[in-house]
């Protein structure tokens, strides 16, 4: 056991608690409410900003930001809702305990992930070696760390691929005229 080891263990034991104090349920509501609040923000501002200029005299960039992260906060506060009324049913239905135990297991695995991704960028780049070759040899945390999101990752986009679902596509600054034109 090296400090690598005692690094990860505080990390995953840190994650393992506030897992368990928060629970499964919202645990996944929070991480479901994240993904969907980008995803809303990205797609359904617009709505919202129609709305904004009506109210506000505002920029145009201004009122951009505003709708999109009124929209992002609003979802994300939707799904926690959602995820302390799952959280309050478990309770009452005497499931606490397992909730619990699961959002401590789930929010570790989570952050293992997350410090797997944090690895896999760090191997990539030659030139921020962080890690020896002998400390990651000799650490019994990290090679499980490290290979989860490289395995994880890849059969992610597998099933997205495999469904078939065509993606709408997002329009960059670059590709607005008047960026374009201020640009030039």
Same mark, same amino acid.
């Given at each position: 056991?090296?400090?690598?080891?005692?690094?990860?263990?505080?990390?995953?034991? +840190? /994650?393992? *608690? %506030?897992?368990?104090?928060?629970? !499964?349920?919202?645990?996944? #509501?929070? &991480?479901?409410? =994240?993904?969907?609040?980008?995803?809303?923000?990205?797609?359904?501002?617009?709505?919202?900003?129609?709305?904004?200029?009506?109210?506000?005299?505002?920029?145009?960039?201004?009122?951009? +930001? /505003?709708? *999109? %992260?009124?929209?992002?906060?609003? !979802?994300?506060?939707?799904? #926690?809702? &959602?995820?302390? =009324?799952?959280?309050?049913?478990?309770?009452?239905?005497?499931?606490?305990?397992?909730?619990?135990?699961?959002?401590?297991?789930?929010?570790?695995?989570?952050?293992?992930?997350?410090?797997?991704?944090? *690895?896999?960028?760090?191997?990539?780049?030659?030139?921020?070696?962080?890690?020896?070759?002998?400390?990651?040899?000799?650490?019994?945390?990290?090679?499980?760390?490290?290979?989860?999101?490289?395995?994880?990752?890849?059969?992610?986009?597998?099933?997205?691929?495999?469904?078939?679902?065509?993606?709408?596509?997002?329009?960059?600054?670059?590709?607005?005229?008047?960026?374009?034109?201020?640009?030039?």
């Amino acid at each position: 056991m090296n400090t690598i080891d005692i690094v990860l263990g505080i990390i995953l034991i +840190i /994650a393992f *608690f %506030l897992g368990f104090r928060k629970g !499964i349920l919202r645990s996944l #509501a929070s &991480l479901i409410g =994240l993904v969907a609040g980008v995803y809303s923000a990205m797609f359904f501002s617009d709505y919202v900003r129609v709305y904004i200029e009506k109210w506000f005299n505002w920029s145009e960039d201004l009122t951009s +930001i /505003a709708s *999109f %992260l009124i929209t992002f906060f609003l !979802i994300m506060f939707l799904f #926690a809702l &959602l995820g302390r =009324l799952l959280t309050k049913m478990a309770d009452f239905a005497m499931m606490g305990i397992v909730n619990k135990l699961f959002g401590g297991v789930f929010n570790a695995l989570k952050y293992a992930f997350l410090v797997s991704v944090v *690895f896999m960028f760090v191997n990539a780049s030659e030139d921020y070696r962080i890690l020896s070759p002998e400390q990651r040899d000799d650490s019994i945390l990290y090679t499980p760390v490290a290979a989860m999101a490289p395995a994880i990752l890849p059969a992610i986009m597998k099933e997205v691929d495999d469904l078939n679902i065509e993606l709408p596509e997002i329009n960059t600054p670059l590709e607005n005229e008047t960026v374009k034109d201020s640009i030039e």
